[in-house]
């Protein structure tokens, strides 16, 4: 497998989440506390800047949730929409890059392929933030392990089980955990395993923080004693065309009752969304009590301000 794509200018990007280390994913976990509790002291914080959203993908949580944030720190945004034609198709990303940073202060993508993210920073002196490609979901997955230090008290030796597709926000789970400390368990088909680079470079962060980060088969294997279960969807946009070969090797991947009463006893369910509700997970795990999706949601709005402010200054 391909190693994940970086960029020479990460440190004033977030393009794999991969850009911060411990302290600093504390730092911004500070921030969006601060954001969370007194949301109108910040109301100014981006007055006068503008921000470019471009989205190749669908989106509710990443489009509405930025484009709120943006408002409420009292900055503007305009939404450069490229469902119909990717963004290459039509310009170069370079030209397209180095136009927007004639008007723009940083660009959100949400794009098809890694490779773009990476272009488009290369060509840009502003930020660029990763608002989901086909190898990372960084700002989803910082949000989750902000809602988890909310329902724990701290990450550091939280034990995560991940089931299903070793896919983008597989891979962002493993790379924060690795930084945060925490203990992550994968458990996916061996087709759909996690790209082994990402797992490599994780594990080599772990041995700074004490995580841990072990890829299985087994579903039940990893879902045992975990404190917090995460699932995605097993097909992915741009991934459609699998549909029929992906689905018959999920089989024995759904987190149902069955499967999550193997957590431990204060054990949270978590997703992303949008889910496929009776494919990856069942509406009596996502519904129960015990499911913080919402939370996941909603925190989305918090730490994306913060992710902000923190490139932006």
């Known amino acids: 497998m391909s190693a994940p794509a970086t960029s020479a200018v990460s440190t004033k990007n977030l393009l794999t989440g991969t850009e911060w280390n411990s302290s600093q994913i504390h730092e911004l976990f500070r921030l969006a506390r601060n954001l969370k509790l007194h949301p109108r002291r910040h109301r100014t914080a981006l007055s006068g800047r503008f921000i470019a959203l471009v989205f190749e993908k669908p989106s509710l949580r990443t489009r509405v949730t930025f484009e709120a944030g943006i408002a409420n720190l009292g900055g503007s945004s305009t939404i450069l929409d490229c469902s119909t034609h990717r963004l290459a198709e039509r310009e170069s990303v370079a030209d397209v890059a180095m136009s927007l940073e004639l008007w723009a202060h940083c660009v959100v993508a949400r794009v098809f392929s890694q490779e773009t993210l990476v272009e488009f920073a290369t060509h840009a002196k502003f930020p660029v933030i990763n608002a989901l490609s086909d190898k990372f979901h960084p700002c989803q997955v910082l949000s989750d392990f902000f809602t988890?230090?909310?329902?724990?008290?701290?990450?550091?030796?939280?034990?995560?089980?991940?089931?299903?597709?070793?896919?983008?926000?597989?891979?962002?789970?493993?790379?924060?955990?690795?930084?945060?400390?925490?203990?992550?368990?994968?458990?996916?088909?061996?087709?759909?395993?996690p790209d082994t680079a990402i797992v490599e470079e994780a594990m080599r962060a772990a041995q700074e923080t004490g995580a841990t980060i072990e890829v299985l088969r087994s579903p039940e294997e990893a879902v045992t004693g975990a404190q917090a279960v995460y699932t995605d969807v097993w097909v992915s946009m741009g991934f459609e065309a699998e549909t029929e070969a992906r689905l018959p090797a999920f089989t024995g991947y759904q987190v149902n009752q069955r499967l999550f009463s193997l957590?431990?006893?204060?054990?949270?369910?978590?997703?992303?969304?949008?889910?496929r509700r009776g494919l990856e997970v069942t509406d009596e795990v996502i519904d129960s009590p015990r499911s913080i999706v919402f939370d996941q949601a909603e925190n989305r709005l918090h730490v994306q301000k913060a992710i902000l402010l923190t490139l932006l200054g």
């Open 263 to 275: 957590a431990a006893p204060d054990a949270v369910f978590l997703h992303c969304l949008p889910a």
């Open 148 to 193: 988890l230090g909310e329902r724990f008290g701290n990450v550091r030796g939280l034990k995560l089980a991940y089931v299903g597709d070793g896919n983008n926000v597989c891979h962002s789970l493993i790379s924060i955990a690795a930084r945060l400390g925490a203990h992550i368990c994968v458990a996916t088909p061996a087709q759909y395993a």
